[in-house]
């Protein structure tokens, strides 16, 4: 994933099937972004390795979905996405992104917690919060692209990207593309349209695109 000082949203980004909320019970939706272990990495020309401890984690850098708190029904009605997230590397950002590190690596969490009683501080360690991470959601934040397969990949599947395709109007050479990014999203985003239902009360996660489907191809 790109980091920029200014804040590049994720691609692809996280949207979650939900299930088993209890329908009229009111839900927030946060997600935020752990480091998976504490070490820092490098590309070595095929494959990612340790190269030293790892920065501090920069706490408390957290997205709100902007339709929480909703209803139980309102979030199991349709996927639920979280495009408008964005990453920096600047520690010192006052826009509310999530700040990470470059060559470390995250895995998305998303938290899933009950809106009874509205405060200004919404607990993630609450007694009746649910967490749900996927493993194959892993990622390494860079500022750059190491591999030039990830961008091409990338190119292939960005729908913002098409001034880099070999038939856009802006397309460069593939040299350039091992030192650029090229999978801004920030134009917008949608879901797509779709039902889910489960066991009242009991919420769980029945599917995660279009992160899951990106990651399979690669």
């Known amino acids: 994933m790109i980091l920029t000082k200014h804040g590049r949203r994720m691609f692809p980004n996280c949207s979650f099937c939900i299930c088993g909320l209890d329908p009229f019970r009111k839900y927030i939706l946060v997600m935020d972004i752990a480091p998976v ?22 706490l408390g850098r957290v997205y709100i979905h902007p339709d929480s708190p909703s209803t139980g029904s309102y979030w199991m009605r349709q996927p639920i996405s979280f ?3 964005k990453l920096t590397n600047n520690t010192l950002d006052q826009e509310g992104h999530i ?29 009746n919060v649910l967490t749900f991470t996927f493993s194959q959601t892993q990622f ?43 999978d ?4 917008g985003c949608s879901d797509d349209s779709s039902s889910s239902r ?17 990651l399979l191809k690669t």
Not at 112 to 124: G, N, Q, S
Not at 198 to 214: E, N, R, T, Y
């Open 37 to 58: 272990d504490n070490n820092r990495y490098k590309w070595n020309g095929r494959w990612w390795e340790v190269n030293g401890k790892a920065e501090p984690h920069v």
């Open 83 to 85: 495009c408008k997230l």
């Open 99 to 127: 700040i990470l590190h470059s060559m470390h690596r995250y895995l998305p969490r998303l938290h899933v917690i009950p809106a009874d009683k509205l405060t200004d501080i919404i607990p993630l360690n609450g007694p």
């Open 140 to 182: 390494v934040a860079v500022t750059a692209y190491q591999n030039i397969k990830i961008t091409q990949l990338k190119i292939d599947y960005n729908p913002f990207a098409k001034g880099f395709r070999d038939d856009g109007l802006n397309s460069k050479p593939m040299r350039d593309l091992r030192y650029k990014g090229s």
């Open 184 to 187: 801004s999203t920030d134009e």
């Open 198 to 214: 489960g066991v009242p009360h009991i919420p769980s996660l029945c599917a995660f695109s279009p992160f899951s489907h990106f």
